[in-house]
């Protein structure tokens, strides 16, 4: 079994979870008596309305929805988690190798998918072989899993050259952005989980807060903001940033010291946007598939009991066919997944994000209402639209004008940029290209949109450098990237394409 993957430790350490042990040693199977590095159990729910000028309205646990109830679970470091399982994992003879990111799906001559190949590394920005220079390599396996995260390049790929998603809704995103904070023992209540509404961004986009308190003395605090918001001077760090200032957020986090900051890409489209699984010679797992659980704003135990299945299922092929499932598809998978727990997760909370095209309030009295007869509800509902579809022209919309940081609670992106703890060699090609032919919607994004990835980039990748005359011109500022994989969603054409991505692969030996 060969695992490649891109990050390095320092980034991944910054994600944080609530799950239940239980799910954490099932991922290990039933004989692994290694306790996971999980100490911080949950000890209380709360639920925010964020209003303006301080105000806020906090909803009584008792009346909080039954999917929002954490009881029994513990708050995790995810890059503690994670960390825990390579070493569990290596010792069963698993080669990790971090650092590395899948560059090209490799097919047979009948179009099966037989593996992934790595970039070239080395290169200088000019194109031009360093001294360090290191010829990819071609990895070679029965069958190959792929699971990158939210919009992964490689299994979109896979997904557009198969077809996949032929019949289901197309996903939907959002960004999330992630502080962790050190603070003092007066503000810390361990096992503390808050997820709050409303400020700043209002009630009309879809957006949302949540914070852990985790052991010894850490805060955990995320600012989600759904891609489909229609006003093109939006700025998500921003309203994150602005997020802090309110007192129910503000009195945690003073006297203590922001200490890492990150983003990702979540996928939200839920049950009915979960592509087709299989195709000859691998299959999907994990959020690229989009398994995150929007209702509970989890999707890490998910992602992990996908992963358990394929495996199961490609290890059941392998052991039986005499080929050893060289290019199989692998359809067993997807029959487990349907009856599986994750499936009866998801079809029960089908109906919650689609509901908040009508407003926060209604899509909170919705959540509620499904959440009472667990998805039993006769209705359906769907969505055929992408999130970029809906940005509207920069001239329907006043330009957002944001408060001066202090340096203290909010902070400029770039001084928080430096707290990622990502590195990136100035001297190499970028991963981020423009798309043949699309050459133009820069200056299009820029004139009539105002150029949105401005602001929607969580680390200041697009930049518009105006000229003497007016005219601007895209910089793609590489060397800033952090792993979020979502920064040409918004865009109401995607010009830009991520050419480093990351996979897995399994291999007989």
Not at 3 to 14: G, N, P, S, V
Request: charged residues 25%; aromatic residues 12%; glycine residues 8%.
């Amino acid at each position: 079994v060969f695992f490649f993957f891109k990050q390095k430790t320092a980034y991944e350490m910054l994600r944080s979870l609530v799950g239940s042990e239980m799910c954490i040693r099932d991922s290990m199977g039933r004989t692994r008596l290694d306790r996971p590095p999980i100490k911080t159990q949950a000890s209380k729910d709360k639920f925010v309305i964020l209003l303006k000028n301080d105000r806020a309205i906090e909803i009584p646990e008792m009346f909080l929805p039954s999917y929002t109830s954490n009881k029994g679970n513990y708050c995790i470091s995810l890059g503690n988690l994670c960390k825990w399982l390579g070493d569990q994992a290596q010792e069963l003879g698993v080669d990790i190798f971090t650092g590395f990111a899948g560059d090209e799906v490799i097919y047979d001559d009948n179009g099966k998918v037989i593996g992934v190949a790595t970039g070239d590394m080395g290169i200088s920005k000019s194109g031009q072989h360093k001294e360090t220079f290191t010829r990819g390599i071609e990895i070679v396996a029965n069958q190959t899993i792929f699971s990158e995260g939210a919009r992964g390049s490689l299994s979109e790929r896979v997904i557009k050259q198969f077809d996949l998603r032929k019949d289901s809704d197309p996903q939907v995103y959002g960004i999330g952005y992630k502080e962790v904070w050190e603070v003092p023992e007066k503000n810390f209540h361990p096992g503390l989980i808050q997820h709050t509404v409303g400020f700043p961004i209002g009630f009309k986009d879809y957006a949302g807060s949540f914070m852990y308190h985790i052991e010894p003395n850490q805060i955990h605090l995320g600012y989600i903001v759904g891609l489909d918001y229609e006003n093109p001077h939006l700025n998500p760090y921003e309203e994150f940033q602005q997020l802090k200032t309110h007192k129910q957020i503000r009195k945690y986090l003073e006297g203590g010291q922001c200490i890492s900051y990150g983003a990702r890409a979540l996928c939200e489209g839920g049950f009915y946007a979960v592509p087709k699984l299989t195709f000859p010679g691998g299959v999907l797992a994990g959020d690229c598939a989009g398994f995150l659980n929007v209702f509970k704003i989890k999707g890490a135990h998910n992602a992990m009991m996908t992963g358990i299945l394929a495996a199961e299922n490609i290890f059941n092929r392998v052991s039986s066919s005499e080929h050893r499932a060289k290019g199989d598809e692998i359809v067993e998978y997807e029959d487990a997944y349907k009856k599986s727990k994750v499936y009866e997760e998801l079809f029960q909370t089908r109906n919650f994000k689609n509901a908040f095209k009508w407003g926060i309030w209604a899509g909170l009295i919705h959540g509620k209402l499904i959440s009472m007869i667990k998805g039993k509800e006769p209705w359906n509902l769907r969505n055929n639209v992408i999130d970029c579809s809906k940005t509207k022209p920069q001239n329907q919309f006043q330009k957002k004008e944001y408060p001066k940081h202090d340096g203290v609670l909010t902070f400029d992106l770039l001084d928080n940029l430096i707290k990622t703890g990502v590195y990136h060699d100035h001297d190499q090609p970028s991963h981020l290209k423009i798309k043949k032919g699309l050459e133009n919607m820069p200056e299009i994004s820029y004139k009539k949109f105002g150029a949105p990835e401005e602001r929607f980039c969580p680390a200041k990748v697009y930049e518009y450098i105006v000229n003497d005359q007016g005219e601007p011109k895209l910089q793609i500022n590489a060397q800033n990237c952090i792993p979020v994989s979502y920064t040409h969603l918004t865009l109401p054409t995607i010009y830009s394409v991520q050419i480093s991505v990351v996979a897995v692969s399994l291999k007989k030996k």
